[in-house]
């Protein structure tokens, strides 16, 4: 079963009952219903053939108003202000040697308003998971603690602030409802240094030379 399995034995075969198998569907690529809509199938049957008995072209455009793309193409379109260690679009990779970080004087006390812009092509996309990496402290005292994301196309949302936690690892953050836009920003309010002082502003001697701005490694949508 496993590939570093250096025995040659069999293993034991694995009996299941029928009552406890489910079927699955495979991951589709395929257009997702608007929020609060139907999906096509449901639409070709209200209205095609076994319904009001429109034309198949009729049905075809009534679908494509209710549909949504899931994420595909992610670029990274700006930011309000950048150190200048790397290009932006550094956030989209996942090299932990490579990563955006605010100017210098950008957040005060550990506290700010910085932001990455992203686009998600021409169409509305429905984005439902944002996930993001960054470094731990004592590390990562810039790594950004606290942020929303904005909604600046096609009408202007926020969500609620979440949080990230000292860890490592790529933290994935599901959104409900989930967004459904073409741009969109991260907003970064407050980072780590700032956060491990109990929520207080942190005088800027204990933050340390460069303390007064925030920054992550990666950032990745589905």
């Not at 700006?78 to 100017?103: K, M, Q, T």
Request: proline share 8%.
């Amino acid at each position: 079963i496993w590939k570093d399995q250096e025995s040659k034995e069999e293993s034991p075969m694995l009996a299941v009952k029928p009552e406890n198998l489910r079927r699955v569907s495979l991951p589709s690529d395929a257009p997702l219903p608007v929020l609060d809509s139907i999906g096509r199938r449901s639409i070709s049957r209200l209205f095609g053939d076994t319904g009001w008995g429109l034309p198949d072209n009729v049905v075809a455009g009534i679908a494509s108003w209710l549909q949504i793309l899931r994420v595909s193409d992610v670029t990274v379109t700006g930011c309000s202000s950048s150190r200048g260690d790397f290009p932006i679009s550094a956030v989209l990779n996942d090299a932990e040697n490579e990563w955006w970080i605010s100017e210098s004087g950008t957040c005060p006390d550990g506290h700010g308003r910085e932001y990455l812009e992203f686009s998600f092509g021409a169409e509305l996309c429905r984005v439902t998971v944002l996930a993001m990496k960054i470094p731990p402290l004592p590390y990562g005292p810039l790594s950004v603690r606290d942020f929303h994301l904005e909604v600046i196309d096609p009408m202007q949302s926020t969500t609620p602030t979440l949080m990230t936690l000292d860890s490592r690892e790529m933290q994935e953050f599901v959104l409900f409802p989930p967004l459904e836009c073409r741009k969109l920003r991260l907003v970064c309010t407050r980072n780590a240094a700032a956060a491990m002082m109990s929520g207080e502003h942190v005088p800027r001697s204990l933050l340390g030379r460069g303390g007064d701005c925030i920054g992550l490694f990666q950032v990745g949508f589905a």
